[in-house]
């Protein structure tokens, strides 16, 4: 179910990103219209098909503010914005039938797609009880901890950080009531600002949050920076297509209320051509990515070959940047 990323789609990802004249080549992409409808750094990537058009959106759902183009290494992707709209349930990390309902349910189909590729990637046991002892481990965007807590009982040694101090307030409640997740390390912080005190992992994982950020260009080089030389770093995001469209927005949002209207804004939705490219721009070479499919008669997800609601990417960090000691 997972798909390697061909070699050469990431060669002609790297060419398309040559400028010309000012700009970028700008990738295919059906589902879009017209590239003032995207934020600025995504305009020099996306196709234009002039005869194509947006979805129109659902009624007046909040709209964040503009994402910004991406500058240098000072910028931050932190977007005021989400960081209230996470706050305001944040007392529901917890709660299964509550508002973060489908990352419960998907929880378990994203651990069997990390736990598959990190122990591919450090040479572990996948059936070991701990195949990832010993391995530094940051969850970037950890909410109320759902995922540093399984990674925590796999043998991680566990750093999860997120700028909403709610939720690590709350993951750090819920850890501290099992031995096995008790060490887990919480930090109400920044990806950008833990680059500044020259953190680095073995591992680095995000799940479900560079769709919320402001520049999503600037917290791929975020995340790369917190990736050790050789390291994994791994991303799952929701696809900018009709169908992401239709099922996480109409539907998950409009219809079977799964989700409180507004949480995902059409604009910030990223594509997995784009995803590659911005990782590759930050020196993590995508090597798989694997598609999540969701079965409404079991209730269940699963690992799919087909990327065009919600998908999850595994890349390393090319060994050419400087070593450094992990902290």
């Keep these: ?37 995207l934020p600025p750094q995504w305009r020099r990537w996306a196709s234009a098909a002039a005869a194509s058009s947006l979805p129109p959106p659902p009624p007046s759902p909040p709209q964040g503010p503009p994402r910004h183009a991406g500058g240098g290494s000072a910028a931050s992707s932190l977007n005021p914005a ?6 305001a349930i944040a007392e529901t990390w917890w709660d299964s039938q509550g508002p973060f309902k489908p990352l419960h349910l998907m929880n ?19 059936y070991s009880a701990k195949p990832l002892e010993g ?26 950080i997120d700028a909403v101090d709610k939720n690590i307030k709350i993951a750090h409640i819920h850890a501290a009531s099992d031995p096995t997740t008790a060490s887990i390390e919480y930090c109400c912080t920044t990806a950008e ?34 990736t050790a030389p050789n390291g994994a770093t791994v991303i799952s995001t929701i696809n900018r297509s009709m169908r992401a469209y239709a099922a996480a927005i109409v539907g998950a949002e409009y219809i079977l209320r799964w989700l409180p209207i507004g ?26 990515m694997a598609g999540f499919f969701y ?33």
């Design 82 to 87: 989400e960081v209230a709209k996470f706050a």
């Design 108 to 126: 378990p189909t994203r651990l069997s797609f990390i736990r598959s590729t990190l122990c591919r990637h450090f040479r572990r046991d996948p």
């Design 193 to 226: 600002d833990l680059v500044k005190e020259n953190k680095q992992f073995d591992a680095v994982i995000s799940l479900e949050v560079i769709e919320h950020v402001a520049n999503p260009l600037e917290f791929c080089k975020s995340l790369s920076a917190l």
């Design 135 to 160: 391995l530094k481990v940051i969850d970037v965007g950890c909410g109320g901890g759902i995922l540093s807590e399984p990674l925590a009982r796999m043998g991680a040694t566990v750093t999860g």
């Design 295 to 327: 079965n409404p008669l079991t209730r269940e997800w699963s690992l799919s070959d087909d990327t065009s609601i919600n998908y999850i990417a595994y890349g390393i960090k090319k060994s050419e940047a400087p070593s450094a000691t992990l902290q």
């Design 1 to 37: 179910m997972l798909r390697r990323v061909a070699p050469s789609l990431r060669r002609a990802l790297a060419a398309s990103a040559v400028p010309r004249g000012g700009c970028g080549a700008r990738l295919p992409d059906p589902g879009l219209s017209s590239p003032h409808a």
């Design 263 to 288: 949480t995902h804004e059409w604009s910030k939705l990223v594509t997995p051509e784009e995803l590659v490219l911005a990782l590759q721009r930050a020196s993590i070479s995508v090597e798989e």
